[in-house]
């Protein structure tokens, strides 16, 4: 069967969820610790004296992390290997015979998936770091803007650690960029660098399987909703590894021996994923080429469910959904709180007109926030 980072999306979600989950246990436990008397005149220099209490909570919080992500990372890592490595033996056995049938079984890969989780882990280490430095900073803020605010004669001291806790719960933990220069929010970095490697590990172990096969010709996937980065390969034959660059090369006919085909290649595998085909979110698949059997797709008969232009308006409510239940978890008054939870409702009810006019799956873990522990 044709693989694609795709089929590993699932494997990224539950490692994204444990950051969703440790962001959303740092945003409640600084609102709780500086709600906590708030009425008090001497509360500012109890805030201050408790600072190492809430230091210590959020070096709980990350420890548990680091312990849980470093698992859940490799168990996905390892799950993404044998899906690319059973989709490449499905198709093997379908075509593959003798020598290249034995090479296509599947073989131990402690080894590769060690390398790719040890990989992701070291990718996103200065997440822990930032977890502990955005906790400690907004505590810090909060208190001082809370303390001088009545002083300059604006807003009561309970108005401003709502409003600054409110611009928190909005931010979350933030400060990633990306090779490219995006910023993002930490549970965001973290679901994309994993989205990134398990997609990595399902297509390396398909293809390790079809190099073992001597398997050197790939096709691509046409999809729907593909990106201007994708769509210049739909439908392309791209050799499996080796030099870049668009060609004809003269290879032998899947099944009949001696007899020579030519084949138009549009380049390496490695090429066109170093111009985004394959990238995070990616939906298009590859699967092997047999020359003189294959044919490649055509141009597409029907129009497609829907746009990248409108797949990517769902990502933008589904984080929109998110924020809100972050502003809601961050909420010092209860009108606050029942305000934001209006708007999760109001943004779900956007997402539900959006996949009924498109025929877009609506994706319902994308818009959760894990119950904090």
Not at 30 to 36: I, P
Not at 185 to 207: I, P
Not at 213 to 223: H, I, K, N
Not at 245 to 253: F, L, R
Request: glycine share 8%; net charge positive.
């Amino acid at each position: 069967m044709p693989v694609s980072p795709d089929m590993a999306e699932d494997l990224a979600a539950a490692v994204a969820t444990l950051y969703e989950q440790a962001e959303l246990a740092l945003i409640e436990r600084v609102t709780r610790a500086l709600a906590e008397g708030l009425e008090s005149p001497l509360w500012a220099e109890l805030k201050l004296a408790a600072i190492g209490n809430l230091r210590a909570a959020i070096e709980e919080i990350i420890a548990v992390l680091q312990v849980d992500a470093s698992g859940a990372m490799h168990q996905a890592l390892a799950e993404a290997y044998d899906r690319g490595q059973q989709a490449a033996i499905a198709e093997l056995g379908a075509v593959a015979v003798g020598p290249a049938l034995a090479a296509a079984e599947a073989v131990p890969a402690a080894a590769a998936v060690d390398r790719l989780a040890a990989a992701l882990v070291e990718e996103t280490g200065p997440v822990y770091t930032r977890i502990l430095r955005t906790g400690m900073d907004v505590y810090r803020q909060v208190i001082a803007e809370a303390s001088s605010t009545p002083l300059l004669g604006g807003q009561t001291r309970r108005q401003a650690a709502a409003r600054a806790l409110t611009k928190f719960a909005d931010r979350g933990v933030t400060g990633f960029v990306d090779s490219r220069g995006r910023a993002w929010s930490m549970t965001t970095y973290v679901e994309m660098a994993t989205r990134s490697a398990v997609g990595r590990a399902a297509v390396q172990a398909h293809t390790d399987r079809l190099a073992a096969a001597g398997v050197d010709l790939v096709v691509v996937s046409d999809a729907p909703e593909e990106c201007p980065r994708c769509k210049p390969w739909e439908g392309k034959v791209l050799r499996r590894e080796g030099p870049s660059g668009a060609g004809v090369v003269e290879v032998e006919h899947a099944t009949e021996d001696g007899r020579m085909v030519e084949v138009r290649v549009a380049g390496s595998l490695p090429e066109a994923r170093g111009e985004g085909l394959m990238h995070p979110n990616c939906r298009h698949s590859i699967s092997i080429y047999l020359p003189g059997l294959t044919r490649s797709p055509g141009p597409k008969r029907e129009r497609s469910r829907a746009t990248y232009e409108q797949s990517q308006q769902q990502r933008y409510l589904e984080r929109q959904v998110r924020a809100w239940k972050r502003r809601a978890a961050g909420a010092v008054e209860e009108k606050d709180r029942k305000a934001a939870k209006a708007r999760v409702r109001a943004y779900q009810g956007r997402i539900r007109e959006l996949v009924a006019e498109t025929g877009l799956p609506r994706k319902s873990h994308r818009e959760q926030l894990t119950n904090a522990r």
